[in-house]
């Protein structure tokens, strides 16, 4: 088996690029004793292969590294953006077509969020897809009840602080009021854990539908809830070409 001296790339990070699972998930497997390279069982993810070395988890051989492949899919409500859910809840994942190869997601939705939903085969791409520093932009539709105004909006698109925690500005229109409700546009960079529905309560308005439309140069479009179409390659090379070491 390759040392640790070995030149190659970390054993997490060909996972990933094999779209086994993420870099962190890899580590936990490996912790776990369900990793075994060369017929080796390993225990520590401080381990440099090559790309020759095979690889087995959870008894089944990791394949060789595949093209980058890239798809939109419409979230519906009520789905869990994860592998696994701990309350037995039904994933993304279980939803998608049979043809589809293993893939992840990148960012979530949480279980009452619908709309754009980026999955991807390549864990090098999600990783560097969910940066803040990569600058894409996150948009949304939302909307709140109540009857919100410039004035009531207006900290959100200077940055908030809740508790500990920095929110950076947000782009915010008032798109229009429907009754008691008002939809708004939002568009934020980091895509932090709920919030948009974080940063409105703050400011006192629930949102109670919030549809993500747009993800960097990415749209939903006309997808159907549910519905899952693939990103042609010559779109994934002028778009996000740079930010894979993967083959095109």
């Excluded at 939002?186 to 539908?209: D, M, P, Q």
């Excluded at 993500?212 to 939903?220: A, K, S, T």
């Amino acid at each position: 088996m390759s040392s640790n001296v070995n030149p190659g790339n970390r054993i997490a990070k060909i996972l990933s690029r094999r779209g086994v699972c993420s870099r962190r998930e890899a580590e936990k497997l490996i912790l776990q004793g369900k990793v075994t390279v060369n017929g080796t069982l390993i225990s520590s993810p401080a381990l440099n292969l090559k790309e020759t070395d095979v690889i087995i988890v959870n008894g089944k051989t990791v394949g060789q590294e595949q093209q980058t492949r890239l798809w939109r899919y419409h979230k519906p409500l009520d789905l869990v953006t994860s592998t696994k859910d701990e309350k037995g809840r039904i994933t993304v994942f279980e939803t998608l077509p049979d043809h589809m190869p293993k893939v992840m997601s990148i960012g979530r939705l949480d279980i009452n969020s619908e709309g754009l939903l980026l999955l991807t085969n390549d864990g090098q791409l999600k990783r560097n897809l969910e940066l803040p520093s990569t600058g894409w932009v996150r948009k949304y539709r939302v909307r709140v009840k109540g009857r919100p105004t410039e004035e009531a909006v207006n900290p959100l698109k200077n940055g908030i602080k809740i508790g500990r925690e920095h929110f950076k500005p947000m782009d915010i229109n008032i798109d229009k009021q429907q009754g008691a409700n008002a939809w708004l546009s939002i568009s934020i960079r980091e895509g932090k854990n709920r919030e948009i529905r974080r940063a409105l309560e703050y400011v006192g308005f629930s949102v109670n539908r919030l549809i993500r439309v747009g993800y960097g140069p990415f749209r939903l479009l006309d997808l159907k809830p549910g519905e899952v179409v693939e990103v042609k390659k010559q779109v994934i090379k002028d778009q996000i070409g740079s930010l894979t070491n993967k083959k095109l």
